[in-house]
């Protein structure tokens, strides 16, 4: 994977996934930039020696000042909270959807879009390959969706694009802040430090955890593919399932930090949030078949990382 030398330009490289992808393309020798309006990132997770513009996706002199020139575009930036594009649907759609579309059409070098297992809607197949119906819920996953589809329907003619499909992914540095952050930043926190964990509903809904390194493995084997053959490589117009194939409850999840915090953490069951997705469980066979990938971190290993970190 040459990365060296390269101009990358990631969009939303202040935020959780986006500041993990900038820091190893970093140490790949890329040369990076980032855009982040600092809507939900933080610049102090954007490691030294990456340039940094503070603006906003809607705002096309900011995104083409960050796109001149570049090799290839990790395209992250979005409202990633569902309940905040159900509060704003206005904004997210200007996001979400149209800064992206205004990203692919005018990108002279590949895009690699962070697309969502929430396309999918309510799951009526289990495990979920890339073939499973796209019935999403709410703006949020509409707007992924057509993104997502966008990309899927490009000919030979337009810019090398490919979509990943990101199941629930987690590791250090996501904020626990929000209730709406994702549930294991919120489970690790409130185990470290003594307080309850909520799980909305019976706790038997299932999720599909994958570890962000895995995730950024994935998201620079795609961008390399695309470099190297352009709309010749099997990622273009092609979209990619990013998990693991092994969904777990989240009774489960509170059995693992449990036991690795060394005493039984505090459980309140609340009703469950409306619009939740029960069962989600993804099949990445097309990635692993396609290019040689494997998520590599388990989750009792990942969220014993994160424990010992947060202690
Ligand atoms: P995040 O919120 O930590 O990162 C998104 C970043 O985009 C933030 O830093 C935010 O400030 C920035 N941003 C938002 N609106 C912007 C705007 N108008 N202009 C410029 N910057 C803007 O979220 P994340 O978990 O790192 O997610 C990254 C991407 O992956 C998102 O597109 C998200 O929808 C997608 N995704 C994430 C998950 C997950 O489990 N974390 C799952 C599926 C898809
Ligand atoms: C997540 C992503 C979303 C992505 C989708 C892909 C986050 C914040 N959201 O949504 O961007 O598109 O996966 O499938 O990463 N829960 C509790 N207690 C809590 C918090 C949550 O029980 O304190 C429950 C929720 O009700 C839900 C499950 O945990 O059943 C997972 O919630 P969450 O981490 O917010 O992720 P998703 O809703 O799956």
Redo the contacts with the bound molecule.
Sequence with gaps: MEWAGKRVFVTGGAG?IGSHLSAQLLSLGAHVTVIDDLSAGDMERVPNGVSIIEGCITDSASLSNGMQGCDAIFHLA?I???PLCEADPAWSDKVNLQASLEIISTANCPVIFAS?????GEPVEIPITENHPITPVGY??HQ?AAIDATICSLGSQSTPASAL??????GAG?DPSS?????????IE?ASTGGH?????D?E?T??FIHVSDVVQALLLVGSSLLDDGVSSPAHASAFNICTGSPVT?NEVVEVISSQVGREVTVAY?D??DG???H?SGDSTKLQSTFDWRPETSLTDGLSSLISQSN
Excluded: W
Excluded at 165 to 170: A, E, S
Excluded at 180 to 186: D, K, N, Q, T
């Design positions: 959780f979005a990633a909270s569902v969502s297992a929430a396309i999918y949020y996953g992924k499909r990101f199941f629930n992914v987690y996501q209730q709406y952050s994702g549930v294991l930043s919120i489970f409130r964990i909520t799980i909305f509903g706790g809904q999720r599909d989240l609340e469950g949030r939740d997705i029960k989600s």
